[in-house]
């Protein structure tokens, strides 16, 4: 009888937090609708958490600090996060995530440090897959860079394209990624980064499946590093041949880049349905989470 009314319990606790998780989904449809000002992401609770980078061997189930070989005697490091039923057999999709810049604090109260612990968006975008949060690393090899790649004014990307492309072939040759199933992801610097880094070069853009470009797009503004002009992105881009963007932000910020790139099949756009810039939307049940969870699932089973 109490093992009964356990089930019982349990089942009622699941039936009202997908209550809760539809209520929330449909409040933030009807902002959105109606032109309201969007929500803080504060006003609606989070149903997943990442877990905290701790020191220690990989693991099922575990987020741990990781250097990819050739960097063991420098600062340099990535996040990993084996999902809890990862066993080292078979081969399954991979995130690789990018931050963004460190010493951010909005109005808010959205906060950023830059590193690659702080990220959040590969996790609320697919727990079963294997999850790299990269960082971008200074001039000098041996530093993470927490604002922009490299150091000013030149910002050399080359040290982080070295680390990322070394990090990918690593993480698919030991934990048993796939190497034709591998994503791309970041937020603000590292939405940008996605093009200007990941399409850098052509060794490096055959890397990638797939991208998702969190607040910010490659090309549509100035930056402060060299090439940050519409040209300059435009031929990066041309090294997507064909493959999948999908390109949301805070607010109308995705519409933005929509202006610029126009209408294609191979650009999804979306709102997050908040108002903060603030990659921990994602850990909150939502429309367009709904929406890039199911994009991902179809992508990386094509």
Same mark, same amino acid.
């Given at each position: 009888?109490?093992?009964?009314?356990?089930?019982?319990?349990?089942?009622? $606790?699941?039936?009202a937090g997908e209550v809760n998780r539809r209520f929330?989904?449909?409040?933030? &449809?009807?902002a959105i609708a109606h032109g309201q000002e969007l929500?803080?992401?504060?006003?609606?609770?989070?149903?997943?958490?990442?877990? !905290?980078?701790?020191?220690?061997? !990989?693991?099922?189930?575990?987020? %741990?600090?990781?250097?990819? @070989?050739g960097w063991e005697n420098t600062a340099v490091y990535?996040?990993?996060?084996?999902?809890? $039923?990862?066993?080292?057999? #078979?081969?399954?999709?991979?995130?690789?995530?990018?931050?963004?810049?460190?010493?951010?604090?909005?109005?808010?109260?959205?906060?950023?440090?830059?590193?690659?612990?702080?990220?959040?968006?590969?996790? &609320?975008?697919?727990?079963?897959?294997? *999850?790299?949060?990269?960082?971008? %690393?200074?001039?000098?090899?041996?530093?993470?860079?927490?604002?922009?790649? #490299?150091?000013?004014?030149?910002?050399?990307?080359? +040290?982080?394209?070295? =680390?990322?492309?070394?990090?990918?072939?690593?993480?698919?040759?030991?934990?048993?990624?796939?190497?034709?199933?591998?994503?791309?992801?970041?937020?603000?610097?590292?939405?940008?980064?996605?093009?200007?880094?990941?399409?850098?070069?052509?060794?490096?853009?055959?890397?990638?499946?797939?991208?998702?470009? =969190?607040?910010?797009?490659?090309?549509?503004?100035? *930056? +402060? =590093? !060299?090439?940050?002009?519409?040209?300059?992105?435009?031929?990066?881009?041309?090294?997507?041949? #064909?493959?999948?963007?999908?390109?949301? &932000?805070? #607010?109308?910020?995705?519409?933005?880049?929509?202006? %610029?790139?126009?209408? @294609?099949?191979?650009?999804?756009?979306?709102?997050? &349905?908040?108002?903060?810039?603030?990659?921990?939307?994602?850990?909150?049940?939502?429309?367009?989470?709904?929406?890039?969870?199911?994009?991902?699932?179809?992508?990386?089973?094509?």
């Amino acid at each position: 009888m109490a093992a009964r009314a356990r089930l019982a319990a349990r089942k009622r $606790d699941r039936d009202a937090g997908e209550v809760n998780r539809r209520f929330a989904i449909a409040a933030l &449809g009807a902002a959105i609708a109606h032109g309201q000002e969007l929500p803080d992401i504060r006003s609606v609770a989070a149903d997943l958490v990442v877990p !905290p980078m701790s020191e220690g061997a !990989p693991a099922a189930g575990r987020r %741990v600090r990781a250097v990819t @070989s050739g960097w063991e005697n420098t600062a340099v490091y990535h996040a990993l996060y084996l999902p809890p $039923d990862w066993s080292g057999d #078979g081969k399954r999709p991979v995130i690789v995530e990018l931050p963004g810049n460190g010493g951010f604090r909005s109005a808010h109260g959205d906060e950023c440090n830059g590193r690659p612990e702080g990220c959040n968006l590969g996790f &609320g975008v697919a727990q079963d897959a294997i *999850w790299v949060s990269a960082p971008f %690393v200074a001039a000098s090899g041996r530093a993470i860079a927490e604002k922009w790649w #490299g150091d000013a004014p030149a910002y050399d990307p080359e +040290p982080t394209l070295a =680390y990322l492309r070394a990090t990918v072939r690593e993480v698919c040759a030991r934990f048993g990624g796939d190497a034709s199933r591998v994503v791309l992801a970041g937020f603000s610097r590292g939405s940008i980064a996605v093009n200007y880094i990941g399409l850098h070069d052509d060794e490096t853009a055959k890397l990638w499946r797939a991208f998702i470009c =969190y607040s910010h797009f490659d090309g549509v503004r100035r *930056w +402060p =590093y !060299p090439g940050s002009d519409s040209a300059a992105a435009r031929a990066r881009l041309a090294r997507l041949a #064909g493959r999948e963007q999908f390109i949301c &932000g805070e #607010g109308a910020n995705a519409d933005e880049t929509r202006k %610029v790139l126009g209408s @294609s099949p191979g650009f999804t756009f979306a709102s997050t &349905g908040f108002r903060n810039h603030n990659d921990a939307w994602i850990l909150r049940p939502s429309e367009t989470r709904a929406q890039l969870r199911e994009w991902f699932r179809a992508v990386i089973a094509r």
